[in-house]
């Protein structure tokens, strides 16, 4: 599994899977009565957690027989997306009654899967596998009633996402080639890295990409872009190599000036709203300070005034490897201030509480999911609305 936060994975065509939007979505109106299909579906899905293993080997399995043709759009290697289709599942269920917020997700996985080769003809065979999975092992709640409302279910999510890319077919391409440029080892697992895009490639401060190197074909990874647009085109990116994390340590370790990657198209809503003077609020763990440092950038340059606090958290000062170049900011824009955190002082969010009051300000929060989970926890408890709580992740989905 690479990096909770900018190595997180997408796989070829599903119901849905990866990052939800960049947001805390607000409470859905309907939260207290749910849909009879969202019922029915939450049904089946608490029915299948237990052998959630054996619910995805088997759509696989169903799949690649019935389908043979698509195995070659998949990883040549599995086993690192095993548990993603429940966890896409769970996603769509949890938002299935939160039209925004599900239609968003969905509209991005959409243009994001062109990249795999995916056709509308895809879908079909996709849903196939699934309803085939849900027969299988779901035998306790599963009847016409529970399908019908599946296949509801499946028919409108798989719809947002082939109109989503047949719209961004007009205007992009499906990937970008970028190649390498500059290999910065900041720590011995630590590298920024700056790309220069074949094509021009346009995206906000605040957004993510997905990245494929040669040295993994299929196999895609999350990362957060580490400045805002620049004049010359170049695109940079921070990236921590972790344990199996096979992009994340081929980028770190084995990637050089003239390697050619590809890139996915930009996503996410972590992008500042310049309509308001509100102050900004930023929690930085680990490379999660990496879109921190683009918002700080964007700021700069619509020329705005209004503060930006940035909490910058690390396990120890050696782990606070951009710790310089956020310093250099501070001075650089009087109504920028940067609080780096360590572990062995706080955790980060707790840090936070010492400071404020943070009611009039946006918050920002990107690092790994738990230190997502708690900041989130920790901002609203100190009065911060959810709807201007931004953040890569909204639960445990992609993590």
Known sequence: MEEAVHG??????????????????????????PSPDAILIRRTLAEI????????????????VRHPELRAMFPAAMDTQRDRLLKALLTAAEHMDNAPVLTEYLQNLGRGHRKYGTGSTHYPAVGEALIGAL????????NTETEAAW????????QIMI??????????????????VSHDLRT??????TLRPGQPYGFLAGQYTTVETPWWPRIWRHYSFASAPRPDGLLSFHVKAVPAGWVSNALVHHARPGDVLRLGPPAGTMTVDHSTDNGLLCLGGG?????IKALVE??????????VEVFYGARSDHDLYDIDTMMRLQKTFPWLSVRPVTEDQAQLPDAVRQYGPWTEYEAYLSGPPGMIRRGVDTLRGIGIPAERIRHDYLAEFAS
């Open 135 to 142: 027969i299988r092992y779901a035998t306790l709640t599963w």
């Open 298 to 307: 964007d700021v700069a340059e619509h020329g705005d005034r209004r503060p």
């Open 163 to 180: 109109d989503a890319a047949a719209e961004d077919e007009l205007v992009a391409p499906a990937w970008w080639q970028a190649e390498v």
């Open 49 to 64: 957690a237990p052998v959630a293993d054996k619910v995805t080997s088997y759509f696989y399995a169903l799949l690649f």
């Open 8 to 33: 997180d994975g997408e796989a070829p065509p599903r119901i849905a899977q990866g990052r939800l939007p960049d947001r805390a979505s607000p409470e859905r109106p309907s939260a207290e009565r």
């Open 188 to 193: 011995p697992d630590i590298a920024v890295i």
């Open 151 to 158: 296949v509801r279910t499946y028919t409108t999510i798989s």
């Open 287 to 291: 490379t999660g300070i990496a879109p």
